[in-house]
């Protein structure tokens, strides 16, 4: 950002954000990435969420300069990086092992980039210093990493790419390697960074509880493919197809047998238990939560589960219903969303 | 449940491998006349350090060969290392199928009998003249060696997490930043080990030197003992050979004790990687 | 580019090796000696059909081959022992390994000559004590139905560490949960060694091996400064014999010959070994 002010008449491309435009990732004949285009707004964050192997990371990788884009255009800012090399682009990254030099002290760590950039040493120590703040490292300058806990490596990861001040910052599942009590105190805190550094952020994660607590929008990656991009709020109530709709979502989402080349979804916290009227069932199992308890549920249209509050008493016979504007419905053979409703 | 040997055994490992080195010793502090006495009454007295004298004042003197070898050592270290560091990082980069191909090349040819190779080597150094130049052993040398030592760098180039080094490309360090840097500093120790073990192969080559090198004060110390030996073959001086040895062994023992550690990983990861 | 990086590498390694084996192959057609004045000369298969009819050639085959498979059988088992003892916990690991390491790191001219001493007829140490034992000395060097087996001591007690440090590496990569379970179904320490030890530790007898006994069957060194091939080329080796055509008789054309056959040889037992493996890794998965 120091490097260059936006002049007149520029501001509003210097500040458009990240925009990737029919984005591919082709290796070896096999398609990791196809036809990707979003845009994400600076100050957003972005999350991409998809099982293993579903092409979020190859996406980070093109965005960082790491692995070359076959075919399609990455815009940041107006300008156009798709091929630049990885250390010229203004792109961050904190990587899933961290990646932090472990010959390196902290500070040797967070100096490296800079010192090779050619910064004078007294600005260098100035911006360290303040990212040493900004991240609570006082007092770890002269560890090294294998001498850190796992929060701290990921606070000097962070660090470490925050640092650079880059106008893209890309994480990948930088939380996965901590353990759940932490992920929890700590994602607030990310959230935050995030938002504050007014630059669009990109965040890879397999787990939907974080993509759905951080994010501003989610991307639902599927074998490549773009799934659905939407607010966390949008994705959950109103799938795109049923794997989105099963994807996220837990305890998962209903199936019941299709009928007539459609199928019926439901949410398990949808469903209602009711003593005449519904769907007849027998109680398999039942599941303390909690607050809540997790029915499952076997019915003439396949198996249930259902969520309800933890103090519902069960009477025999049980019957379920569902409100019908709950009702989610997918085309049976290409799993794709049917707006019609029920027949 | 595994518990510490029996002493006698290791006992008798140990005197199994050093006592043949002790009596080397021993026989390098008597007097010629001690060694060849006939009855053990006189096996007590003897003792002399003439022998060593004579080795170190001989013509040319002892530490001459020693030199010689530290040279060679030092000269065919450093360059397998220059030519081994830079092809270990290339082949990490090959496709597949091409790292797959020039691994098997590699191992077979380190697996190599290469006393087979010293007769074109011979025609070859004379074609260029380097017969008689101590230090042009060192291109054979680092060519005998470079099959380990990529094979051995790259092993340890492939145990680092590849993240490492795509961080720091997106820190903005080139090739010779990133190598010197991040690669280099993590790779200390597998370059310890690759350096000690050809070290020790250009220290203890004979073959080639053997048919290189004919001037007295260039031998190397293989061929030096070897000549010692040759040049009286009913009568080796075996009390100055026998001061021989422990003088050129000194060197050797104190490196083994030094890099015992890197020399067993050097030598138990080349071959069980490659 | 980083096929640049690898070039000089690899083609100081194809100068090494490559150009000597097609320089033979080329010389093995010629007669290149002291008769032409070292000027090649083609002389079709000449070389070749000398070779196949040389007795001295098939008797150093032989005796090859009798050095490598016995050095080689003795330097597994002993090489194993060793691993064996180095595997249990030893206080002073560091030295102890350095101690066992030593012979291995010596030159072989350096050592062979160390030995010709320890074996000398008679004031040698083992002859002193033959005769301290009330027996006569012994020619070990000079009696050609034995001496050979005097080169086998000497390689073996070079070689050993090698191959014992290779097995000890193969026996930490055994995780001591197995033989423990082993343990506590009642099979004793033999037992143990058979069906546990051995089995997970055969890739790394059969890497030992094929390191082993290519080097053995070139071996050189160690034979021209021990005996010099004698006595009466009994202990000469194919290196050996490939070094005197070269270098004493100056015959670099024939030289080149028995060089080719030792490759083939070399060649021939390595592939052989290779095959075992392949088909014993077969059979595990």
Known sequence: METRRPQAGEADAAMSGLELQRLCRHQAGRALLEDLSLQVAPGEVLALLGPSGCGKTTTLRLLAGLDPVSSGRILLNGREITAEPAGAR?????????????????????????????????????????????????????????????????????????????????????????????????????????????????????????????????????????????????????????????????????????????????????????????????????????????????????????????????????????????????????????????? | MRRPPHPLLLLGALLWSLLPLLWQLLTSLRTPEALVAPTPAAW???????????????????????????????????????????????????????????????????????????????????????????????????????????????????????????????????????????????????????????FLFSWNEYPIALTWISRAELLTLPTAMARIAGSSVYAVPYGAYAAATVLGSLPLLALVLLFQRQIVSGLTQGSVRG | MSLLLLAPALLLVGVVFLWPLLRYAWLSGHAASVLTGLVPLANGGANWQRLLSDGRFWQDTLQTLRFAGVSLSLELLLGLALALLLHQPLRQRGAVRAAVLLPWALPTTVMALGWRWLLNDPYGPLNRLIQGLGGSPYGFLSTPATTWLFTVLADVWKSTPFVALLLLAGLQTIPPELEEALLLEGAGPLQRLWRLTLPLLAPYLLLAALFRLAQALGVFDLIQVLTGGGPASSTESLGLYAYLNGMRFLDFGYSATVMLGMFLLVLLLTSGLLLLRRGWQGTLR
């Open chain 1, 90 to 343: 203004q792109v961050a990254m904190v990587f899933q092992s961290y990646a932090l030099y472990p010959h390196l002290t902290v500070v040797g760590n967070l100096e490296l980039g800079l010192e090779v950039r050619g910064m004078p040493a007294a600005q260098r120590r100035d911006r360290i210093a303040a990212v040493i703040d900004l991240l609570q490292l006082q007092g770890l300058e002269l560890r090294r990493p294998a001498q850190l806990s796992g929060g701290q490596r990921q606070r000097v990861a962070l660090a470490r790419a925050l640092l650079r001040q880059p106008q893209l910052m890309l994480l990948d599942e930088p939380m996965s390697n901590l353990d759940a009590q932490l992920r929890d105190a700590l994602r607030p805190e990310l959230r935050q960074l995030l938002r504050g550094s007014g630059h669009p952020a990109i965040y890879v994660t397999h787990d939907q509880q974080e993509a759905l607590g951080l994010a501003d929008r989610i991307a639902v990656l599927h074998q490549g493919r773009l799934q659905q991009l939407g607010t966390p709020h949008a994705l959950y109530h109103d799938p795109a197809n049923l794997f989105v709709a099963s994807f996220l979502g837990r305890p998962a989402i209903n199936l019941l047998a299709a009928e007539a080349g459609r199928q019926l979804a439901l949410r398990p916290e949808h469903l209602q238990l009711v003593s005449q009227g519904g769907l007849p069932v027998q109680l398999r199992q039942r599941e303390w939560l909690g607050a809540q308890q997790l029915l499952w549920l076997e019915s003439s249209r396949g198996p249930l589960k259902l969520l309800c509050g933890a103090d519902q008493t069960l009477e025999e016979p049980l019957e379920v219903s569902w409100r019908v504007d709950r009702e989610l419905w997918f085309d049976a053979s290409s799993g794709e969303r049917c707006r019609l409703g029920p027949l």
């Open chain 2, 44 to 198: 007590l007295s003897g003792w002399t350090l003439a022998n060593y004298r004579q080795v170190l004042l001989g013509q040319p003197p002892f530490w001459r060969y020693l030199l010689n070898s530290a040279l060679v050592g030092g000269a065919s270290t450093g360059l397998t290392l220059a030519l081994a560091i830079p092809a270990a990082y290339g082949l990490q980069q090959q496709g597949l199928r091409l790292q797959r191909l020039i691994t098997l090349l590699l191992l077979a040819a380190a697996k190599f009998p290469y006393v087979l190779l010293f007769l074109a080597l011979l025609e070859l150094a004379r074609a260029l003249g380097w017969g008689n130049q101590l230090l042009a052993l060192a291109v054979p040398y680092a060519g005998l060696s470079l099959p380990l030592a990529v094979l051995l760098l790259r092993a340890a180039l492939a145990d680092l997490p590849p993240d490492l080094e795509d961080a720091a490309r997106l820190e903005g360090l080139n090739l010779g930043q990133r190598l010197r840097r991040v690669l280099l500093p993590l790779l200390a120790p597998a370059i310890a080990s690759t350096a000690i073990l050809v």
